[in-house]
């Protein structure tokens, strides 16, 4: 018969025991021949050396996943005490915890999943702006904004700005019905969609509201130098020469910004060229800006996204072979 007491101070124990003590009943249940007692912020356990030593395995990684996550759901919880195979406590324990950028809500954890994600990780730790160019559905944007938060929690920044061209309503918004949160939010959605992947709603609402993290139409950037702040501007393809010149010199003291965008998938009006590729075009060769490329192999949506991609790519090429072709007829 052993005795050992477990400090679980670095921890909320709340979280660690739940709710009316439910875990803590749970972790009883899944060790019938250990007394388990708690004590504040104390856990106390006797039995079998050999039974203690698993428990105590068990309750190692639950406080490490708090202490990454600050929450750990019941359902979690009960998953960590059951993984007896190793690929669920893999799960759980990082094998390399570099690799996630972020634990959201509900321990999701938010990675770089395919290899030019990866890049683009590696790119926006070492340059202050990064280009990601690349398709729909290949994680720019998320792989953005999961950096930002990241560098929003580890205080490497104060705020996060989050920014799109909202080019359908002809970037004057004056003619939209409602305030001007419900015009701009549909084309900020994703953006949205990403941040809610990210950060538990409360929490959100609580940088919102003290503008940590701001959205905003790129419009609104003119005029303000933004330091000590992350700065994601989303859809470029969508913007002018003079937006993205305006975006690129707002950057101010420690600040770091990715731009996004699909070349592929350009609403502006016909008159218009993107400044996306100019811009990717002559700061090519500039120490502390980085480009990466991603295409559909890094297309992490359902797998017919990867299809329709490559069907719409063929058909494109096809019809500008046709287009040469009849052109050169013509001269």
């Known amino acids: ?69 600050g929450h750990l759901s019941d359902n979690y919880f009960e998953q960590i005490l059951g993984g007896d195979d190793v690929e669920t406590i893999d799960n759980f324990v990082e094998k390399n915890p570099n690799d996630i950028l972020v634990f959201g809500p509900n321990g999701k954890t938010v990675r770089a999943r395919t290899a030019n994600q990866k890049k683009m990780v590696q790119a926006a730790d070492k340059n202050d702006i990064v280009f990601a160019i690349g398709p729909a559905g290949t994680g720019k944007t998320y792989t953005a904004v999961a950096l930002a938060v990241r560098a929003l929690k580890n205080k490497v920044v104060k705020k996060i700005i989050l920014t799109r061209p909202a080019v359908e309503a002809g970037e004057s918004l004056g003619f939209l019905p409602g305030d001007l949160k419900e015009k701009i939010d549909p084309y900020l959605r994703p953006l949205y969609d990403a941040l809610d992947d990210m950060i538990p709603a409360d929490k959100l609402g609580y940088y919102m509201s003290t503008r940590t993290i701001e959205i905003a139409p790129l419009a609104y950037m003119r005029g303000r130098t933004l330091d000590n702040a992350f700065i994601i501007l989303d859809e470029a393809q969508n913007t002018n020469d003079l937006q993205l010149k305006m975006f690129l010199t707002r950057i101010g003291a420690n600040a770091k910004a990715i731009i996004t965008g699909d070349p592929t998938q350009i609403d502006l009006p016909r008159n218009q060229r993107s400044g996306l590729e100019k811009a990717t075009k002559i700061l090519q060769n500039i120490d502390g800006i980085a480009q990466i490329m991603l295409d559909e192999e890094d297309v992490v949506r359902h797998r017919l996204v990867k299809a329709i991609i490559r069907a719409y790519d063929k058909d494109h090429k096809a019809e500008e072979e046709h287009y040469n072709k009849m052109h050169n007829k013509h001269h």
């Open 1 to 69: 018969m052993t005795e050992t007491i477990i400090n679980l101070e670095s921890v909320n124990p709340i979280e660690f025991f739940g709710v009316n003590n439910g875990k803590l009943d749970v972790l009883k249940k899944k060790f019938p021949l250990l007394k388990i007692l708690s004590r504040g912020s104390q856990l106390k356990i006797s039995g079998a050396p050999e039974q203690i030593d698993t428990a105590k395995e068990k309750i190692d990684l639950i406080v490490q996943y708090l202490q990454r996550n």
